[in-house]
């Protein structure tokens, strides 16, 4: 069972309408499960986005900020040719 702040916090970077809580929660640089619903929030800014994946990680939280659509074209295609290109760093999805 999941604790009542863990799920919370899942909620919160799922449902916010706040920006700058996005922000916060993603500049943790952590590849929890708030992160990667705050990186899928409708309301996440570009600049973050981009933030997240100047970090060069192959992680969820990476991979649904490529996916966003408030990242910018050009930022998303670089980050998939730094990643494909090294094979270390292929994405692997974890199970759920």
């Not at 922000?23 to 933030?51: F, G, H, T, V």
């Not at 998303?76 to 730094?82: G, V």
């Not at 994405?91 to 759920?96: M, S």
Request: contains cysteine; aromatic residues 8%.
């Amino acid at each position: 069972m999941y604790s009542k702040k863990l799920t919370e916090s899942w909620y919160i970077a799922k449902s916010t309408q706040d920006p700058n809580l996005l922000i916060e929660i993603l500049r943790k640089n952590k590849n929890d499960m708030p992160a990667q619903y705050a990186a899928q929030n409708p309301n996440c800014p570009p600049e973050i986005l981009i933030e997240i994946l100047q970090r060069e990680k192959n992680d969820e939280v990476s991979y649904y900020a490529a996916l966003h659509p408030n990242c910018p074209h050009k930022n998303k295609t670089e980050w998939m040719k730094k990643i494909n290109n090294n094979p270390k760093k292929q994405y692997k999805k974890r199970k759920k």
